[in-house]
């Protein structure tokens, strides 16, 4: 059965998948100032520039040296990802993953309301308590909630299971520039050396920490 016929065309655009994304990095590639970055930390700063259209987003990027390697190993050994929003995980493209990961997210967990009515938190924050049984040696992806990332650093300080690698993106005006900040921090204020990505400022989101997963994921861009 045939489908509908292609409109007239009437503008002059680059309509090949392949075309696109290969004129796409090299665009990237060209603009963003990558040099400051880890070598190996170049392709997750090109897919977060593609998923965002924000070359200077690799100006606020904070990559920990040995945040590629320890992401890629945990993935490459079945680690799952724990993440705080359901568009995050949407946006993990599943054929990347090495290992078939789980991708988890608590947020629907029924549990979740009682707790956060109980702690005064928010839900995302309350979330994460429940990641304690899979955090240890796990990919965490924050992209949404501050509060979320406050609390996973509140329990790495109270001796919770250490995950291999944090991608710490949360976004918003209240907490988001704070939270990064935190993490940014985290080994000097607490003793706590946690291999991390993050942004600093108030930008970050479920795309931007989609990209950065789907790029440790798989090298290939």
Not at 105 to 134: E, I, Q
């Amino acid at each position: 059965m045939e489908g509908p016929a292609r409109p007239a065309r009437h503008y002059a655009y680059v309509d090949q998948g392949s075309a696109i994304y290969a004129e796409s990095f090299a665009t990237i590639r060209a603009e963003a100032r990558l040099d400051a970055l880890p070598p190996e930390a170049e392709s997750v700063a090109v897919r977060m520039v593609h998923g965002t259209g924000q070359v200077d987003l690799v100006d606020d990027l904070v990559v920990h040296p040995r945040l590629v390697p320890a992401a890629r190993t945990a993935l490459e050994a079945g680690a799952p990802i724990l993440t705080d929003a359901h568009m995050v995980a949407s946006g993990v493209t599943r054929a990347r993953l090495p290992r078939d990961n789980d991708v988890v997210c608590l947020l629907r967990d029924a549990r979740v309301p009682d707790l956060a009515r109980r702690w005064g938190t928010t839900r995302s924050a309350a979330a994460v308590s429940l990641w304690v049984p899979l955090l240890e040696g796990a990919v965490v992806a924050i992209g949404n909630a501050p509060t979320a990332l406050f609390h996973l650093l509140e329990l790495l300080v109270e001796g919770a299971p250490r995950p291999a690698a944090v991608i710490g993106c949360p976004v918003g005006f209240i907490g988001a520039a704070e939270s990064k900040q935190a993490l940014e921090s985290f080994a000097d204020d607490h003793g706590i050396d946690v291999p991390f990505l993050t942004v600093r400022g108030r930008r970050g989101g479920s795309a931007m920490t989609a990209s950065a997963l789907n790029a440790l994921a798989q090298e290939q861009e």
